[in-house]
């Protein structure tokens, strides 16, 4: 979709400039409160009945909105501190918050946008035993390593630790922080109560980590094959 955009804002004539202007056909970040907002109508006119399905890239990097929800000029970092920017040692640290702080702030804007988007849809009776679901496709990726080869227990969780939140009837409000696998997440919710399988280890991360890798094959269509995710702590 970044591709498409970069493209469409080219034939548009939108292409962004140094002062972050945007173009609410261009599938970029910062069209996003657009693209929310046009998905919220949608929801809205379409009613009850209907199942609805967005991906939005936000809060993907680039990190261009700041906790106050003001656009910056800051454009394109690359991710992959090491393996693409070549960083090590003192700069690697240095360059880690600098980026966790840009990316933790577009998401305070992005949990204040969401706010709204869901008070408009709950606050319609048609929807106040909606299911929502709202999962993010990957982590952060403020990583050192690209690759698994050359991935830390750290990379792995700014790689692929992502949120999963569901508002249903029948599941109690609150927070858990126990990790599962998005396959458990999706089978217990919606399939009833499922058993994790036992994992299957195929190697150790190259010294990198005690931990092996680990991965469960779908060797039957009709059973849900759970991988558990490692431990990792992810406070340092």
């Not at 240095?94 to 840009?102: C, H, L, T």
């Not at 750290?154 to 249903?168: C, G, M, T």
């Amino acid at each position: 979709m970044a591709a498409v955009g970069f493209v469409a804002s080219n034939l548009l004539k939108t292409k962004e400039t140094a002062l972050q202007e945007w173009h609410p056909r261009s599938y970029d970040q910062l069209a996003f409160p657009y693209w929310l907002e046009q998905f919220q109508n949608t929801i809205l006119d379409k009613g009850r009945g209907n199942a609805f399905f967005a991906h939005f890239l936000f809060p993907h990097s680039p990190s261009v909105y700041n906790k106050d929800c003001k656009p910056t000029n800051r454009w394109i970092e690359r991710s992959y501190l090491s393996a693409v920017r070549g960083l090590a040692g003192q700069e690697l640290d240095e360059a880690r918050v600098k980026e966790y702080g840009f990316y933790f702030a577009q998401t305070l804007y992005l949990s204040k946008q969401l706010d709204k988007f869901f008070n408009a849809v709950l606050s319609d009776k048609r929807f106040q035993d909606a299911t929502i679901v709202v999962h993010g496709d990957h982590g952060s990726r403020i990583s050192a390593g690209r690759n698994v080869e050359t991935m830390s227990p750290r990379d792995y969780v700014d790689n692929y630790s992502a949120l999963y939140a569901i508002r249903k009837p029948g599941v109690t409000t609150g927070t858990d922080y126990t990790l599962h696998s998005v396959q458990w997440l999706n089978a217990s919710l919606f399939r009833g109560n499922v058993s994790e399988v036992a994992p299957t280890e195929v190697g150790s991360m190259q010294g990198k980590s005690d931990d092996p890798a680990v991965y469960a094959p779908i060797t039957d269509p009709d059973h849900v094959a759970i991988m558990p995710m490692h431990d990792f702590d992810a406070s340092h």
